[in-house]
């Protein structure tokens, strides 16, 4: 099974790009950007990793960033994973960057965005990986700041597909970004937003994104299963749910085994991402296995399990059958 599960080629849509970065290349760019780093080793900075909560690893992810302030450094960070994905038969990748998380800290949007795509490119002719970006907001920081970036984001719109919303949950509800949401619909960008495992409020959440924002695709949304109504309407518009077994390990203590099954059987779009796979130690074989092993998937499954990542993927409908 597990030569199965890497032999296939994949596409993964829900990994954060900040969320790849490796502790080896932490600190190679603390020491070129005169950074001071807690850990004093690679191995020390992984010990570190104590995550039982969303809030406990959004700490810790957003302290990681705070070597990255070239455009460079955006570079090597986004051909790094695409070197792994690359290694892992991954042959289409959507990608979501956080900008917000480093203007905050003075760096600037064009540095982030430009080493990304230049990045992306390069992986295109070199590795034969294809990808797209989407641009993460941050639902903990104000709808104006959300609003602020996606029009610096105007002039680099041909590097986005789409935007999607990530970081806090609690007590920020998908309608609260329903303009800027709006209003990137309307410059033509795809959406999605997290609705992330077990957050208060979820049934209200996960109604929102469908019926208010109009997503066109939810991460995680594992709590969906709780609606038979909920469930009708996602597979009425063809709605993918990427869901991130071994992050949700980490935050809910679960890898949704028999919650993946029982979306399965009732006919939803489930796929594997990876989320965070620096962090929590899993690239997407790594996640793929760990659930086939928990949850004694066919390799049928696991088949439609990857099919439903190229199908609720972002590709144009002709390039999505090069690879069905
Ligand atoms: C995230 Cl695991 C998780 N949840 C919410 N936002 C995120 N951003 C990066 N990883
Ligand atoms: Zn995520």
Redesign the pocket.
Known sequence: MKEFIENMPKAELHV?I??TLEPELSFALAQKNNVSLKAKTPEEMIKAYDFYD?PS??DI?YAGMSVLIEEDDFYQLTMAYLKRAAAQNIVYVELFF?PQAHTIRGVSFDSVINGIHAAQKDARTELGVESQLILCFLRDMSAESAMEHLKLAKPHLNKLVGVGL??DEKNNPPSKFAEVFSKARSWGLKLTM?C?VNQDNTQEHIRQVIEDIKVDRIDHGVNILESDALCELAKSKNLGLTVCPV?NKF?VQSLTSCELKQMLEKGLLPSINS??PSYFRAYLNENLIALQEEGQFSKEDLITLVENSFKTSWLSEKRKMDYL
Do not use: A, C, P
């Open positions: 954060h900040e969320g969303l690893f959004l992810y956080d990530d970081s997290h992330d992050s935050v989320d965070d």
